[in-house]
């Protein structure tokens, strides 16, 4: 099913939550609404669901308007953050509940629900009530009782916020290979870039109702269009600077007060002779050498694999990961490169990639 928002724009009295998004799935693929808490994205989900209606625009699915066909006639399936269970029906119960309002004949609803329990590792769990399952089994029965109604659309509504850490690992590769198996398309609501990143075909990043970018996630990660994008995507967030580009000779360098460095004739050329722009680079594309930018290292954050390292240049703070094994300390006096080829420039006033726009 493919489901389009054209011109979608949400109002409560006032304020606007959703401002203006055009945004089209493909059929069967999984799609992420990312950004921070209270930019819009559930908002925009739940109108997809019919739980709200647009102020203005027109959701399609395939090619039928559906702004107000009422939410238990769109065959969606909704997975909530808060489960949703029925405390008091058992695992059983609460699979079949959706397909008795629909009358499903009962030998189909049974099978049913066991073929998805079954899917889903919780068929050894049908007589349990939702009190005697964890956390983790609750999850799976609320997305098997979306995926029994056999949906056109699966809705994820921070379904894994509740969980800890390592089971929120596993439940993603589940929901990941599960909708790809199925082949429903499911749009993924999250604050947490990292599912998104690693669940998502294509991610809709959302900032103040308005839909920043659109893309898979390694161009959103590479090729940030705006500079709101670059600082939310990636985990280090990217170093900023402000910067003056430059031509010397046929090379290009980024200035400022303290430091000069060397950027690709590429990205130089889009940056060169606008005055004041706005430099970003992730911590892992600066690396640290002999003959490079002097600085000091202010602190040193252990992360296992990597240390995180901030170095201080004056006023300028530039974070990098670098070997535990070099064992670097507070006061340490290091050298640094930039890998000139991997920097991105925005433009301060517009915030809007110099690059990439």
Known sequence: M??????????????????????????????????PSGCGKTTTLLMIAGIYRPTEGVIRFGGRVVNRVPPKDRNIGMVFQSYALYPHMTVLENLTFPM????????????????????????????????????????????????????D????????????????????????????????????????????MTMAERIAVIRDGQLQAFCPPNELYDQPRTLFVASFIGNPPMNFLEV???ADGDAFKARCPEIEIPVSAERGRAAAGRGKVVMGVRPEDIYLTRDGIAGEVYVVEPLGRDDLVDVRVGDV???????????????????????????????PRTEHSLLWN
């Open 2 to 35: 493919i489901v389009k928002l054209e011109h979608v724009t949400k109002k409560f009295g006032d304020v606007v939550a959703v401002d203006d998004i055009n945004l089209e799935t493909r059929d069967g693929e999984f799609v992420a609404l990312l950004g």
């Open 100 to 151: 008795r309002l629909k009358k499903v004949p009962r030998t189909e609803m049974l099978q049913r629900a066991q073929q998805v329990a079954d899917m889903m590792g919780i068929g050894h769990l049908l007589d349990r009530k939702p009190g005697q399952l964890s956390g983790g089994q609750q999850q799976r029965v609320a997305l098997g009782r979306a995926l029994v109604k056999q949906p």
């Open 153 to 196: 659309v699966l809705l994820f509504d921070e379904p894994l916020s509740n969980l800890d850490a390592r089971l929120r690992l596993s439940m993603r590769a589940e929901i990941k290979r599960l909708q790809l198996d199925l082949g429903i398309t499911s749009i993924y609501v999250t604050h947490d870039q990292v599912e998104a």
């Open 244 to 246: 003056e580009v430059v």
């Open 317 to 347: 703070h530039f974070k990098t990961l670098v070997d535990p094994g070099l064992g670097l300390k507070i006061g340490d006096q290091v050298r640094f490169g930039i890998r000139p080829e991997r920097v991105q420039f925005f433009d």
